[in-house]
């Protein structure tokens, strides 16, 4: 049961990443197609990222209003439909407001998601049902843009829309056969707007719960950086062509895959505190290595890739132990603190790859740069969480 339960935890916090990388590829075929600039196709990407975040703030909250199951269903047929239109859209106008209402509703899954897992599991067994759902997750960055770049070159940027709505279709279906209610109606909070925003001025007022979150959302920006650049770093910076995005995504989340397994496995063996300084160190390697390679040769396959691997593997590490810590102040309002962390994670995310990545991404140095100075940030966010008071609860 728990298999089924991570498999289809894992689908739906899918949704959004192929949403975000399958099309990446089709950004010239989509710019040649509507007569737009690239800066133009580059806010498809952007505004599905901030709408991405902006509901994740939502998305818990009604969770814990109306049950889990709903919220997720109805998320899912707006993103179908909203697919669907993508495929057919006839302008570049069209397709920006599909994008928006993609990124509306493609985010339930992740949070609400989340949500279940501390509704059904607890200490170490949550931690490890999480490390297993980020390790599936792991595999749609890593395909989606190869997909889309032989989607692009056998059919058109139509098709990988078309792609998305089926994948939302499949998910619909397996939601509504396999899928239960985790939150019992006796445990659900009323709907009313005065208690909801005192819950999140409380999620606000805690200063620890937000460094956390600040300290996952500005280490996963050393992702982001990459992800709002690849178009450009593969096909400008390596000089590869549209259907060899494998080349950056496959070390990007393999590292992420192999450090979410081990992740799992860590979990009844180090405390959490000691996981997130393990990841933190090799994300410095990484991230140091990265630019030291990058001032000294021009990027090129694979040394240029390589330290995406490792700082991908120590983001795993440290990326689960950080989202519990954080969750478990608010156990009684998990599917809230879940939003809220998704979304500073996800504007954290948006704000890197939309406005960071188009200043930075005609430079592999400036990249990795870019990436050490996310992880400093981090880092930074980390130690400020510890002081006072301790934070970490093994």
Sequence with gaps: MNILLTLLLAGLTMVGPLAIDTYLPSFPAIAHSFDASPLLIQQTLSMFLFCFAFMMLF????????????????????????????????????????????????????????????????????????????????????????????????????????????????????????????LAVKDRHPFHLGAIAGNYWKVLRHHHFLLLAIAVGACFGGVALYIGSAAYFVMNILHLPETAFAWMFVPLISGMVIGSALSGKFAHRFSRRQQVWLGFAVMLTAGTINVAYNAAFSAAVPWAVLPLFVYSFGLALAMTPLSLIALEYFPNNSGLAASMQSFIQMLLFALVSGLVAPLLFDSALKLAWGVLACLLASLAAWLLAQAGQPVVHD
């Design 59 to 182: 998305y818990g909250t009604l969770s814990d209003s109306f049950g889990r199951r709903p919220v997720i269903l109805v998320s899912l047929v707006l993103y179908i439909v909203a697919s669907v239109v993508a495929a057919l859209a006839p302008s570049i106008g069209v397709l920006l407001a599909c994008r928006i209402v993609q990124g509306l509703a493609a985010g339930a899954g992740s949070v609400v998601g989340r949500a279940i897992v501390q509704d059904r599991f607890s200490g170490a067994a949550a931690q490890k049902i999480l490390s297993h759902i980020m390790m599936v997750f792991g595999l749609a960055p890593a395909i989606a843009p190869v997909l889309g770049g032989w989607l692009q070159v056998s059919f058109g940027w139509r098709s990988i829309f078309w792609f998305l709505s089926a994948f939302g279709l499949v998910m619909l279906v397996a939601v509504q056969r396999a899928l239960p209610e985790s």
